[in-house]
């Protein structure tokens, strides 16, 4: 029982650089969500999705782009890696908009 | 910034209820009231949800005030792996959350 699969687990990138943050569930769930969590800081919703061809920005969208073309994978990409973006990066799925959140055990990205 | 208004930090000794409050003055009506933890740097883990009712679960209770505008998040009988930092949250319908910097529980022997 899979349930949400990030790729990759740590990574790090260069000052412009670009990459694709990989995120799918395998629970045939409606909604999909992005958040960054800062060291010592609580979690900020970046994007999110209602569903396939949906998505709308969160509290702190400006760096990324997201595409949900099937309801298994939303990918989150960075096009110009900032310091700033150095980040834990969490994807999360649930059934509805008010149900529980499931999440994946987070991406590390540094960007030096 | 966050909605939500939890101590940053707690003791509890092992076997002991742990009682951990939440401030959410600013929930409407139709929002739901949610616990997670994040144990070390894990993706957080969903505990319970409440929206007007006390609730109760495997893991823990949820005490949800009459005017809605706080909650306690009880675990019954902590134990040292329920060291972790909890989140009380609550959003709109889409489920857009925003999380604050949440209570660090720490379980002592």
């Known amino acids: 029982n899979a349930g949400v699969t990030q790729t990759p687990k740590f990574r790090i990138l260069k000052i412009g650089q670009s990459m694709t943050l990989q995120c799918t569930q395998d629970m045939n769930h409606n909604y999909m969500y992005w958040y960054r969590q800062d060291p010592g800081m609580g979690l900020k919703l970046i994007y999110y999705?209602?569903?396939?061809?949906?998505?709308d920005k969160g509290e702190v969208p400006n760096g990324y782009n997201v595409s949900r073309s099937t309801t298994e994978d939303f990918p989150l990409r960075l096009e110009l890696a900032a310091p700033s973006q150095t980040s834990v990066y969490f994807c999360?799925?649930?059934?509805?908009?008010?149900?529980?959140?499931?999440f994946g055990d987070g991406t590390r990205l540094s960007i030096l | 910034d966050a909605k939500t208004t939890q101590p940053p930090s707690m003791d509890c000794a092992e076997g002991r209820a742990a009682n951990l409050p939440c401030n959410h003055s600013?929930?409407?009506?139709?929002?739901?009231v949610y616990w997670y933890r994040q144990i070390h740097s894990q993706g957080p883990q969903y505990i319970i949800h409440?929206?007007?009712n006390n609730e109760t679960n495997e893991m823990a209770s949820l005490i949800i005030t009459e005017d809605r505008k706080s909650s306690t998040l009880i675990l019954p009988h902590a134990t040292l792996r329920d060291t972790a930092v909890y989140y009380c949250?609550?959003?709109?319908?889409?489920?857009?959350?925003?999380f604050g910097k949440g209570t660090k529980l720490s379980v002592k022997p």
């Open positions: 999360a799925s649930s059934r509805q908009g008010g149900q529980p959140q499931h």
């Open positions: 600013t929930i409407s009506g139709n929002e739901y």
């Open positions: 409440g929206l007007k």
């Open positions: 949250v609550f959003g709109g319908s889409q489920g857009n959350l925003i």
């Open positions: 999705s209602v569903g396939a061809g949906i998505t």
